[in-house]
C-alpha cells in the first residue's frame, strides 16, 4: 500500500502543477491585466469598457444572438433526437441523421461561414438555384445560421444520449392511462429531459459567445465579443489591458452556465430499469418527424456541397468545366505543406500528450484510495477548464508568455490545446475506469504484482478503446480549432486554420476551401481509424 | 490482446521518438526568413514570384495581415517581432523605427527617385481618387462629381462608398485630401456629409468602395486610383475622376528587421535586394506610380492631380485623422 500511495501522489503532484502552471496562473495574469492601469490598480478598464459603447454593443449584439442560437438549437436538436429515439422510422434514416448531424463537427468553424457566403452570397450556389439572394447573409442572420450548425451536433450528442435513459415503458403506461398526447408527452418526454434541455441550452449558448471562426468570416459589421477582443489585442493600437478586462467579461456567461448547469442536475431523472420497448406505431408522426430531420440533414449538408464544388471548376459559378488545378496548386506549394505538417503534428502530439494527462487525472481519482480533497481538486480543475473560453485561454497564454522563449513555439500551441479540451476525454476516460472490477488491483497485489503492474497490465489493456475515442477527441478538436490558438500562431507555428484565417484577406476560395477539405478528410480518416480499432479490440475483448 | 497492447506501446515510443526526432532536426536547419506583409495579393505574387525565380523558394516564410493587425504588432513588439523581413506603409515603418530602432540599415544601391532613410525603401505606391459606375450616374441623373465635396449633395444619399480609416490606410488619402483642403473645421462637415451619404457603405477594406461601384450598388466611390483605371480599360462602365481637393500618395516599403541571428538577418537583406530589383516591374503594372530611375508609367495611369502630404506621416498623424474621423459621425 505505501507504493501505491507514493505512486498515485507523484502523478498528482505533476497533474496538479500542470495545472497551476498552465490554467491557473495565466488566469490570474489576466485577471492582474485586467485591473492594471495607468496609475495602479483599479477598474478603470472595466468602467471604459461599460461607456465605451463600441464594446457594450457588441456584448448585448453577442448576448442576443447566442441565446436565440441556444433557443433554435435546443428545439431541432430535441425533434431530431426524439425522431432518432422514439419513432418507427427506418433504420438507414436514423443512421443518416446521426452520422449526417456530427459532420460539421470536423471542420473548423471558420469554414462554415466561407460555405454560406458561398452558398448564399451574390454568386451563392443557393442563389443561382433559386435564382435570386435569398437573405443578406452577413452580419445577424450569417451567425445566426453558422452558430446553429456549429452547435447543433454538440445539442444532438446530449440529448441522444440522455434519451437512452427515459424509459420507455413509461410511454406505453401513459397512453394505455388514456393520457393525450401533450400531457403523455409532457410526462414521460419533456419531464425526465429538463435538465438535459437546459443543459444543451447552456452549451449552445457559451459555445456562440465564445466562437471566433465565424464572426471572422461572415461577422460584416455586426460586431460581437469575439471579434472585439481580437481587434482589442491585435488591432492598430493594441491595449492589452483593456482586452484582459474583456476577457473576464466573457467568462461571465460560462461561470453562469456551469451555475445554472448544477442547478438543473437536480432534475435529472434516474431510471434503475430500461426495457426495450416497441414504439406505438404512428405513421403521421413518423412521416411529419421525418420530413423535418432529413430537411436539416440536407440543408446542411447543401450549404457545405459548395466547399467541394468551388475548388474543382475553373471559375465559379461562371465556368463551371472541371480541373483539379486548383488543387494542385495549393497542394503542391511548399508553404501549404509546411503549415498542414504543422497542424497534424499539433493534433498528434496534444493527443499523446492530452490523453495520457486526462488518463492519469482519471485513474488516480477512481482507482486509487486518494483524499476526497485531492480527488474533488482535480473535478474543479477539469470543470474550470471547461468554463474557460478558448480564446481567453489563448489570451492568458499570450500575456503570460509574451516575454519568454516559449513564445511562438509550438509547445505553447499544443499545451494550451491540452487545456482547452482536457473535459471530455478526462469524463470517458472516469466513466469507462469507474466500470471496471474495483478489485482488480488487490488481486494484482496479492498476486506480487506492484500497482503500476497491475495499472499497465490489467487496467490499461482493458481501456483501450476509451484510450483511442480520448485519442480521436483531441486529435479532431485541434485539427479544427482557431479560438484557441489565434493568439498564439507565428509564421512558423502557423496551423491550417489560421491560414484559412489569412486567406480571407484575399478573399482566396478556391484555396480556403482546399485546405477545409484536407482538414474534412483528415479528420474523416482519423474516425474511420477510430471507430476501426474500436470495433476490433472490442471483439477481442469479448473473446478475452 | 496482449499481443496488441505490446504493438500500441511500441508505436507511441516510436512517435515519442519521431516527434523528438522533429524537434532537433528544426533546431540545426538554417531558419527560414520570415516575411510580413499588408500588401494585397498582386502585390504578394509579384514578390513572391521574384524570391521564387531568384532560387529562394522554401527558405522564407511569407505571412499576410491587414494593415493595422501588422501595425499593432510593430508597434507593440518591435525588434522581438517574429518577421525578419516585413513590407508595409511607409508611415508606420518610420513610425516603429523612431519608437524600437528595430531596423537595420539597407546594404544595397536602390536609384529611387526620391530619397528616403537607409532603413528603407519603397515596393509600391498607391493613388486616391473618386471612381463611379457611368451607367448608375446616367440611370439615376446625377451630375459627374469633380470633388470629393460633390459627394455630398443630396442627390448622392446612400449612393456613395469609402473606406474606413480606422482599418484601411487608402482612407488616410481621402481624409488627408478634406483635411487640407477644407481645414479642420470646414473639413469636419465636409467629412459628416460624406459620411451620412455613404449610410451602410463605409467599408473596412479598401477595395470595397470600388467592389460595390463595380457591381452597381453605389454610384460613387473613393479608393486606388489604378483599380478604376484598369476597370475602365478593360470597358466596364466606369470611370476615374480626380478630385480637385488632390490625388495623395501613400509608399509601401521594405525593411529588414535588425536580429542577433545574423545569418538569417543576411539572408533577409539578400530578399529585400531581389525584391527590389527584380520584382518592381512585375509591381509597377498593379501600382502605376514610378519610384526608381528608368521605370515609365503610361499616361492614363498618371494623375491629375498629384499632391503631397504637408506633415511627415508619422502613426501619431493617424490616429488624430481617426479621431477626426470618429468626431466627424
Redesign the interface.
Known sequence: MRKERLETQLIYITVAIFFIVFLFAPLFILLMNSVKTGHGIGFSNYVSIIYGQDILIAIKNSIYVSALTALITTILAFILAYAVNCTNIYKAIKEIIKIGIVLPMLLPTITYGFAIIYSFG?QGLLTQLFGRELFQIYGFNGLLMGYVIYTLPSAFLLIDNSFGYIDKKFIIVSTLMGDGFFRSFTNTILRPLVGTLGGAFVIAFILSFTDFGIPASVGG?YSVVATQLYQVM?????NFNSGSAIAMIMLIPAIFGVLFLNYLGKFNFHYDKFTNIEIIKNRMRDVYLASISMTTILSIMLIFLVMFITPFVKNFPYDMSFTTSFFKDTFFS??IV?VYENSL?VA??SA?LGTALCYSAAIINVRTQMSKHMKLSIDVFSMVTNTVPGMVLGLAYLLLFNNSDLK?TFFIIIICNIVHFFTTPYLMAKNSLSKMNPSWEITGELMGDTWIHTIIRVI??NS?STLVEMFGYYFINSMVTISAVIFLV???T?VVTSKIK?LQ??A?FNEIFVLSILIFLTNIAMKIFSTFLHKK?SL??QR? | ??K??KN?ILC?ML??ML?GL?GCASNSKPQ?V???TNA??EA?QAMQNSLNTAGY??KY?????????L???L??EGDKI??NLVTMSSYFVESAQQKHKMFAELNFETKALEKYPAYYTPILANTGAIFINTQVIKDKGLAIPKSIKDLTKDEYKGLVSIPNI??SSTAWLLMQAIISEYGEVEGKMVLNKLIQNCG?HIETSGSGPIKKVR?GEVAAGFGLRHQAVADKVAGKPMDYIDPIEGNYTLTESIAVVKKADTATTQLAMEMAKIIIEKARPELIKDYPVALYQGEVVTDVNKAGNLKNFEKPLTVEL??AHQEFFKAAK
Do not use: C, W
Open positions: 451574390k459589421t491585435l488591432g492598430a493600437i493594441p511548399s508553404s509546411d503534428f498528434v502530439v499523446l511562438g490499461i489493456p483501450i507565428t509564421a512558423r502557423s489569412e484577406h484575399f482566396n479490440l477481442m475483448n478475452g | 490482446m496482449k496488441i497492447f500500441l507511441l512517435a515519442s516527434i522533429v527560414k520570415v516575411i510580413y494585397d495579393k504578394v523558394e522554401g516564410v511569407l505571412q499576410s495581415m491587414g494593415t493595422s493587425e501595425g499593432g504588432k508597434m507593440a517574429e518577421a480606422m482599418n451602410p457591381v493617424l490616429e
